[in-house]
């Protein structure tokens, strides 16, 4: 859910520096914001340096003065002469040991920087320029134990940059505009917001499990394997989102792209109901120097594959747009099966009925005209015998499985997933014309060609 993407620890890291500008008493964020990346400054050294501040606050309090500096204001203070304390409060060398001071000092420059361009910078800004001065790539690169998972990391950063990239104006106000809210007490709040609900959506379910109250699920496609939903929104179905620039990279037939094709499956199969896939044309990203840019892209090779089964080959234009399709569960399946055959009959007006030879015929014509199949001319071999125009139209055709599924065509069966079509030798029950499928798990099943829950891709 959106509550658990602040939750990361790649998100706490980049938000803790915003949050203790944000609000200077903020001790929680101060504590991280120590150990953000590592940087040599033990627990003796954080604890020296809250042993300085307790020591300020009594000086302020024995002149009862209520306006008092905060954790912030100090620690800037160490490098800072602009920070303004009263004349009593004592020296930080008085209570803090001097090689515990030299780490504290390197950092509190660093703060002092971030202040002051949170001030100037607007919030997407001011985080790249917190990412870029404190080396938080790095330290994402640190705490990821394999290339993959760095990737996955920076890309939630990526995400944190695009969601704060919607507050605008300087991050920060001047003491003297507190009266109003900035960009980044806003952004916060919005944190804090969506983060509580989802905590709270997370505790309210009733005796059998089940939410009470109506939400939107926001989670990876790995996280929704099991679940099911009526309504499943696939976003990002572009060429170097899904599938992925590495997948792509490796080219048709990798593992990984298989792999991706897979998961676009997984992803689409969580729909009971309706399954809507959206993609962008236009995709804002930041550089490795920290610019935002617009990129164009592609649509999805995993959106072509379906949308050419439905509408021929040709590709769309390439405009922004939205491919909404029915869930792929099975009361869904057979009533796009059914829509399916509905359409072919209104478009070629074809009529079943069986010959007297007992094959299927497929009888041409116009509307509410019937063909006499009584008396229809069955020639020995129909494939050989030379006929009529006329007499074409009410040729008995033996059904063949293969019109519909081609040996080595692709298949997709709601409840087995893919497959792909082997040969078959023989018919079922009744002349009943059977598929020969073999499925991604390794399993052969011959299914019925009527059966509802198989589709060709």
């Given at each position: 859910?959106?509550?658990?993407?602040?939750?990361?620890?790649?998100?706490?890291?980049?938000?803790?520096?915003?949050?203790?500008?944000?609000?200077g008493r903020d001790v929680g964020a101060m504590m991280r914001a120590f150990k953000t990346p590592s940087r040599g400054i033990g627990e003796k050294s954080v604890e020296a340096f809250r042993d300085y501040c307790d020591s300020v606050d009594q000086v302020y309090a024995a002149q009862n003065i209520s306006s008092r500096p905060t954790p912030l204001d100090l620690f800037r203070a160490l490098t800072n002469d602009e920070v303004e304390l009263i004349p009593d409060v004592p020296a930080p060398t008085d209570v803090i040991a001097k090689r515990a001071l030299n780490r504290l000092n390197s950092f509190s420059e660093q703060m002092n920087e971030?202040?002051?361009?949170?001030?100037?910078?607007?919030?997407?800004?001011?985080?790249?320029?917190?990412?870029?001065?404190?080396?938080?790539?790095?330290?994402?690169?640190?705490?990821?134990?394999?290339?993959?998972?760095?990737?996955?990391?920076?890309?939630?950063?990526?995400?944190?940059?695009?969601?704060?990239?919607?507050?605008?104006?300087?991050?920060?106000?001047?003491?003297?505009?507190?009266?109003?809210?900035?960009?980044?007490?806003?952004?916060?709040?919005?944190?804090?917001?969506?983060?509580?609900?989802?905590?709270?959506?997370?505790?309210?379910?009733?005796?059998?499990?089940?939410?009470?109250?109506?939400?939107?699920?926001?989670?990876?496609?790995?996280?929704?394997?099991?679940?099911?939903?009526?309504?499943?929104?696939?976003?990002?179905?572009?060429?170097?989102?899904?599938?992925?620039?590495?997948?792509?990279?490796?080219?048709?037939?990798?593992?990984?792209?298989?792999?991706?094709?897979?998961?676009?499956?997984?992803?689409?199969?969580?729909?009971?109901?309706?399954?809507?896939?959206?993609?962008?044309?236009?995709?804002?990203?930041?550089?490795?120097?920290?610019?935002?840019?617009?990129?164009?892209?592609?649509?999805?090779?995993?959106?072509?594959?379906?949308?050419?089964?439905?509408?021929?080959?040709?590709?769309?234009?390439?405009?922004?747009?939205?491919?909404?399709?029915?869930?792929?569960?099975?009361?869904?399946?057979?009533?796009?099966?059914?829509?399916?055959?509905?359409?072919?009959?209104?478009?070629?007006?074809?009529?079943?009925?069986?010959?007297?030879?007992?094959?299927?015929?497929?009888?041409?014509?116009?509307?509410?005209?019937?063909?006499?199949?009584?008396?229809?001319?069955?020639?020995?071999?129909?494939?050989?015998?030379?006929?009529?125009?006329?007499?074409?139209?009410?040729?008995?055709?033996?059904?063949?499985?293969?019109?519909?599924?081609?040996?080595?065509?692709?298949?997709?069966?709601?409840?087995?997933?893919?497959?792909?079509?082997?040969?078959?030798?023989?018919?079922?029950?009744?002349?009943?014309?059977?598929?020969?499928?073999?499925?991604?798990?390794?399993?052969?099943?011959?299914?019925?060609?009527?059966?509802?829950?198989?589709?060709?891709?």
């Amino acid at each position: 859910a959106t509550g658990a993407f602040y939750n990361r620890a790649e998100i706490k890291d980049c938000l803790c520096f915003l949050r203790w500008i944000n609000n200077g008493r903020d001790v929680g964020a101060m504590m991280r914001a120590f150990k953000t990346p590592s940087r040599g400054i033990g627990e003796k050294s954080v604890e020296a340096f809250r042993d300085y501040c307790d020591s300020v606050d009594q000086v302020y309090a024995a002149q009862n003065i209520s306006s008092r500096p905060t954790p912030l204001d100090l620690f800037r203070a160490l490098t800072n002469d602009e920070v303004e304390l009263i004349p009593d409060v004592p020296a930080p060398t008085d209570v803090i040991a001097k090689r515990a001071l030299n780490r504290l000092n390197s950092f509190s420059e660093q703060m002092n920087e971030i202040y002051a361009q949170a001030h100037d910078l607007s919030l997407s800004e001011l985080v790249v320029f917190i990412i870029d001065t404190l080396g938080l790539k790095d330290h994402v690169d640190s705490i990821s134990k394999s290339q993959a998972e760095f990737e996955d990391r920076w890309g939630n950063v990526q995400e944190l940059l695009q969601a704060s990239d919607k507050y605008k104006g300087a991050a920060l106000l001047d003491p003297s505009d507190q009266d109003d809210s900035s960009p980044l007490s806003d952004f916060l709040d919005d944190v804090a917001l969506v983060t509580d609900m989802s905590e709270a959506s997370e505790s309210e379910e009733d005796g059998d499990g089940k939410n009470r109250a109506l939400k939107v699920s926001l989670m990876t496609i790995h996280a929704a394997k099991g679940m099911e939903f009526d309504v499943v929104f696939i976003v990002g179905n572009e060429e170097g989102t899904f599938p992925t620039s590495q997948a792509i990279a490796e080219g048709e037939g990798s593992v990984q792209l298989d792999e991706e094709r897979r998961l676009c499956y997984v992803a689409m199969t969580r729909a009971k109901n309706k399954l809507i896939m959206t993609w962008r044309r236009e995709v804002p990203v930041f550089s490795e120097d920290s610019f935002k840019s617009v990129v164009i892209k592609e649509r999805s090779r995993f959106l072509d594959l379906l949308t050419t089964s439905n509408s021929g080959d040709q590709k769309p234009s390439g405009v922004r747009g939205e491919t909404s399709l029915p869930g792929l569960g099975r009361r869904a399946l057979k009533k796009k099966r059914k829509k399916k055959k509905k359409k072919g009959q209104r478009k070629l007006q074809e009529k079943k009925e069986v010959g007297l030879n007992g094959h299927l015929m497929l009888v041409a014509g116009r509307a509410g005209e019937r063909k006499n199949l009584d008396n229809a001319a069955v020639p020995e071999n129909p494939l050989r015998a030379k006929v009529s125009s006329e007499s074409l139209e009410e040729r008995p055709i033996e059904m063949n499985a293969s019109w519909i599924y081609p040996v080595g065509s692709n298949v997709f069966h709601s409840r087995l997933g893919p497959g792909r079509v082997l040969p078959t030798s023989h018919q079922g029950d009744d002349n009943q014309q059977m598929v020969r499928v073999i499925f991604e798990s390794g399993r052969e099943l011959e299914l019925a060609v009527e059966d509802e829950l198989l589709l060709p891709c």
